[in-house]
């Protein structure tokens, strides 16, 4: 089941906790995968231990020259991009009333114009192949807001919203694009959390607990795979009730 044997994944942020759980799910499920992200260390990492099919692109997203040449590196690397997982995401938080517009366009440029221009390279080779899949991770603020990351909070609605517009374009040509909302989740992200600040989100959740990140991955694998063909421009919350929606 979700059995990805042939599939060639481009993930984003492969470096980070969520991204790096993403990537070995769409490895283990026998996808080759192209490792993005700006911490190479990490990607080398990654890949010793994923070994064959591993792929190390390393890429900064905010340089937009080097956006733009992702896709054609990786398709070099791979063959083909059948699955795209736009995983990558940068925060510059701060009180709405002293944000100022270099914090404001910064995430907007990383969070939704990279993904927007990373959908619109893979989208041409996925509709003539007549399959492709695309995974977008948002956020729970996106849905929520959150109090100094209006900035954050509107690039992941962004995405959700054209993750939706995309969808109904390209779904004749057996391309699906769907988003992947994940809550409170333990990365070295939240790992800096103060108890007290931890100890109120673990309040508001029902299943009483932070998420792991293979917990998203899992959901990122199925969306991934063949059994998810009728799933599109949908928003999986993975979030242990922490909103229900």
């Not at 990805?4 to 942020?13: E, I, P």
């Not at 990607?43 to 591993?54: D, K, M, P, V, Y």
Request: neutral net charge.
């Amino acid at each position: 089941m979700f059995d990805l044997s042939g599939r060639c994944a481009l993930v984003t942020g492969s470096s980070g906790g969520i991204g790096r759980a993403i990537a070995t799910a769409l490895h283990s499920g026998g996808a080759a995968v192209a490792l993005s992200g700006t911490r190479l260390e990490a990607l080398e990492a990654l890949s010793a231990e994923l070994g064959e099919r591993a792929h190390v692109l390393p890429c900064d997203l905010s340089d937009r020259g080097d956006a733009e040449g992702l896709p054609g590196r990786a398709m070099e690397q791979l063959g083909s991009i059948d699955i795209l997982v736009n995983n990558a995401g940068l925060t510059r938080d701060g009180l709405f009333m002293r944000m100022g517009e270099a914090d404001w366009q910064a995430v907007l440029d990383v969070n939704l114009g990279a993904t927007m221009r990373l959908m619109k390279a893979a989208m041409r080779p996925m509709m003539r192949k007549r399959w492709g899949r695309i995974v977008n991770i948002t956020s729970v603020v996106g849905t929520t807001g959150n109090p100094g990351q209006a900035n954050y909070a509107a690039s992941k609605a962004g995405i959700v919203a054209m993750t939706k517009s995309f969808a109904q374009e390209v779904a004749s040509r057996g391309v699906t694009a769907n988003c992947v909302s994940p809550g409170f989740i333990e990365t070295a992200m939240t790992a800096g959390i103060q108890d007290a600040t931890k100890d109120r989100y673990l309040a508001g959740i029902p299943l009483g607990r932070m998420g792991e990140p293979e917990e998203v991955a899992s959901v990122v694998r199925f969306l991934a795979s063949s059994e998810a063909s009728y799933v599109t421009g949908q928003t999986i919350h993975v979030n242990g009730g922490m909103i229900m929606v």
